[in-house]
């Protein structure tokens, strides 16, 4: 018996109990569809995480002061192991796979411009800073290195200040006060958006780090040095550049450990795509149970069909039909099923996705390994759980079958 | 596998199924029932066998391992020079398929099935192609007098009809055998005379007929009669006064049932 007429048979089969099959179907369309659309879920935010940290510059390094940024009692322990200015430029200097590098401060306070105030913090950067962060101006220019030399007090204002400070009018060549000191508005930075830590990254004044340091915070050495290395695959050797100075530079014997610590981007990536990937497979997971569950609405059906028919097989049977064409028959009812279920499935896991994005404004990802993944499942639940019965029928005896009432 | 013996000439008695000291034993839980107690016969190339006797004697049993539906306990069966009983489940389909055509009791169609699907069926288990399945299937209907309903499913059709598409179908693969199992035992007296009246004339073609019945009236269309009685044959005679189907519908009676098959 060849496949085409199997096939059409199935379809025929499952088109004298239209309803039936539909509800049968429902469970593997509910599982394939959610499976699509939990998966584009976690990809979005997958892609989304990705996406935010390549904002901050992937080939970016980050020098933090004390051996740990969160054991801030280490780090305060000797007044010598502190950033500095001179440790900024040994770097530069000596650092060949270190392309851009910024010293950093940083200050917090009210700013006032004319009868309006805003409160945020201010990082006092070098003129490298937008180099490494890849950040354009928008309106206006950054600070030159003179204003750095000369600890000049000007500023270049992130979106949201300026969108606060100044909301109809330009920022560029306006005063503003930070805790009472004027500065002079050089710029506004193009929009930035969220992190991955979802802060807003334009709430932010930069100013150069002199101007910060001698004017605002009054604290001598550097918050951080950001630094990009030349590129991608130069990170874990500029890391390691870094490391061999600064521990010469601040006389750390082989067995302290390091009064700074050195965090790359790739490693907050990997770190932000290990937990959307922990995301993903959970939401995954709950929605194959679903799929499961269908799978096993198919399996009921089709036994209760080999019953139902069994009249049917016995009739097959006794006309020719070998084990193997009855097998045949029914597992292709139940891929059928499966398959269609499969297809309509993904249709609606695509549609439901989309749906997704708009209303919930979460970002979805259908790829086309989900797809493929979906409808692979579905072939196998078809497979696996028609088999059963399909068998069942296969051998059944014909005599018994054709006296089946 | 198997001799082709159609070639040979009409007049020679052509042995096509040899049965010797068939013995049937179903096992029951615990009882063993002997349906067949040692059955031993020959069924030659055109002939027209009913089986008859009561019910219990053993003539159901005898005729699913006829229909290499059920394997004998022991004995052996030889249909047309092949050892039945040494054959596996698939090569007793593909028997089943070549060899035998059913006819049952309860007609055994596919419902929802077209008449022609129906007789197709048998085809698609072998190697015909989807033309010449349609065709062989026309022609089969034609010959039971069904051609122009061919399209029409079981639940439009009568009684007679139905067992007329079943009997169709049984021919479609050209078997050499016809087993029809009490094929006129929901019909009425007026059909079961035309559905015999069928079996006669595919008789006259050269068609062996196995039929199975109770009724001695039904029995009275075959040339030969075999009585069953508990699992043996009691007799295996010719019948001398064989009755011809054409003549008798003559005699009886129009009812009603021939017009509201004109109407269907």
Redesign the interface.
Known sequence: ??IL?ILLSAF?ALQ?NKMRSFLTMLGIIIGVGAVIAMLAIGQGAEYSVKEQIASLGTNVLMVYPGAQQQAGVRSAAGGATTLTEDDALAISKECPAVQYISPGSMAGGQIIAGNLNWSTGISGVGTDYLEIRQWPVEYGEFFTDLDVKAAAKVCILGKTVADNLFPESSPVDQTVRIRSVPFKVVGVLTKKGQNAMGQDQDDVILAPYTTVIRRLSHWPNLRFILVSATSLKDISAAQKQISDLLRMRHKIQPYDSDDFTIRNQTDLAATATATTDILTILLASIASVSLLVGGIGIMNIMLVSVTERT??I????????????ILLQFLIEALVLSLLGGIIGIILGVAGSSVISSIAKWPTIVTAFSVILSFGFSIAIGIFFGYYPARKAAMLN??DA?RYE | MIADIHTAPKDIKVTLIQIEHLVKIYQLGEVDVHALRGVSVNVSKGEFVAIMGASGSGKSTFM?IL?C??KPTKGSYILEGTDVGKLS??EL??I???KIG?V?QGF???S??SALENVE??L???PTSTKARKAKGIEALERVGLGDRIHHYPNQLSGGQQQRVAIA?ALV?DPSIILADEPTGNLDSRTSVEVMGIFQELNNHGITVILVTHEPDIADFAKRHIVFRDGKIKTDKINNRTKVASEVIKELPLIDDDEEEAAA
């Open positions: 018996m060849k007429n025929r004298r009249r049917e016995g009739i097959r049977m006794s006309i020719g039909a070998r084990s193997r064409d014909p005599i054709l | 699913n229909g539906l059920d489940r698939d389909a593909a089943r398929n070549k059913f049952f055994n169609l596919l929802r099935t069926l048998p698609f288990y072998g179908r693969n």
